[in-house]
C-alpha cells in the first residue's frame, strides 16, 4: 500500500477504510452547539467501557474487597487514570490517520512481524470470548437453574442477536450496549444501598495506602488489578468505531473530533470505574465485614449475598449484572475481532463467519471443562483466560505508544512531552505488572 506525506501526518491511498459498512454512517451535526456535538459522539467510550466491567474483572474486584475491605479502591482509581491515557492514544491513532491499530500494524512492521501480532491478537479475542461465555453461562445457571453445559451452547445464540443490531445500524449496537450498561448500574446500586457501605472509610479506600506494598497477598491482587485494566482489543476497537462518526476530515475538523471523543471516553470510563469500585465496594460491606475474607469466586459470592443482606433479590440482581456483563462484552468482542482480523489481513470476511469461527473457538473448551469439572473448572478457565489477555497486552500497547509518538505519522497531533514520557511510564508499568502475574501464575504460587 503505497503512502505519503501530508501536513497531518501519513495518508494511505486506495485504503480500504476500517469497519467499512459503518465507516462515518453517524452524522456530527457542523453548526449545532456542543451538547448536540457530544451527543454525535456518544457511544464508542461506552463500547470501551464494557471491556473494563466484563466478568473477567469480577473476580478480582470480589477478592480484594473480602479480603482487604476498602483498601485497593486506590488500585481501581490508578487503573481506571491509566485506561483513560491508553484509550486517548487509541481514539487519537483512528482519528488523524484513518486507521485501526491492527491496520497500522500492517502497514508499518514487516509481514512476518505482523502476522505474529495478528496470531496473538486472534488468542486474546478467543481468550476475551471465552470469559464472555463462562460469565454468562453463570448467570444463566444462577438466574434459571440452566446446567453449565446447556448454557454453553445457549451463548451460540448471541450471534444472531449481534448480526441483527449490526445490520440495523451502529447506532443500534451503541444503544444495546447503553441499555445493557444501565442495566448493570441499577442492578449494583440496589446491591450499594442494601449493603449500606461506609462513607468515610470508602473516601479513605480512594487514598493511595503504603500498607498494599507491604503485604504481599494485597500487593498480588492489586497487580491483578492493574494488569487486567486494559484489554488489549479495546485499543483496537476504539481506534476503529470513532471513525463511524462523520466529522470533516481536515485538522480542525480532527482536533474537534479528539476532543468530544475524549471527553466521551473519559465520562464513559468514570461509568466503569464506578462500577468496578461498586463490586468491590459490596464485597467489602459485606464479605469483609462479615468475616467471610476468603470469599473470590463468582458462585461463592452470589450465594452469600442474599443471607447477608437479608433480602432474595441481591443475589437476582448480582446475577442479572453479570449476564449484561457477558453480553455486552460479547457485543465488543465480535467487533473487535472483525476489525483485528481484516485489518492484519487486509481481507473481509462475512460477520456471522467471522464470530462463528470465534466462538467456536472459545466454546470447546469451555464445554469440555464444564462436562469434566463442572462449574469450579469454568471458574479457573476464567482465571486461564485473563492470563492469556494479559500476555498480549504488552503487544498491543508498545505499538500504539510508539505510533502516537511518531511525528511523521501523527503529524501535529503527535504526542506533546508530557504525554509521551506519561504514556511510556504507564506502558512499562503495566508490561511489567503483567510480566511479573504471568510468572507468578506459571510457578504456581497462587
Known sequence: MKKKKSSIGWRYENK????SEVFSSVSVPQQKGIWKKLFAFTGPGLLIAVGYMDPGNWATDIAGGAKFGYMLLSVIFISNFFAIILQHLALKLGIVCERDLAQACRDHYPTLISFILWILCEIAISACDLAEIIGSVLALKLLFGIPITWGVLITVIDVLIILFFQYKGFRYIESVVAALIFTILVCFSFEIISSKPEIFPILKGIIPNPEIMKNSHSFYISIGILGATVMPHNLYLHSSIIQTRDYPRTIEGKKMAIKYATIDSTLSLSLA?????????????????????????IMDAHKLLSPILGSSLAGVFFALALLASGQNSTLTGTLAGQIVMEGFLNIKFK????????????????MIVSIVYGEKGTTELLII????????LSFAI???VNFTGDSEKMGPFVNGPILKILAWVITIIIVLLNLFLLYDTLLGRR
Open 16 to 19: 480500504h477504510p476500517s469497519l
Open 273 to 297: 470505574f464506578f462500577i468496578n469500585a461498586a463490586i468491590l465496594i459490596l464485597s467489602a460491606s459485606t464479605f469483609h465485614k462479615a468475616g467471610h475474607t476468603e470469599v473470590a469466586d
Open 351 to 366: 460477520p456471522w463467519i467471522r464470530r462463528l469461527i470465534t466462538r467456536l473457538i472459545a466454546i470447546v473448551p469451555a
Open 385 to 392: 483466560s485473563q492470563i492469556i489477555l494479559s500476555v498480549q
Open 398 to 400: 508498545v505499538p500504539l
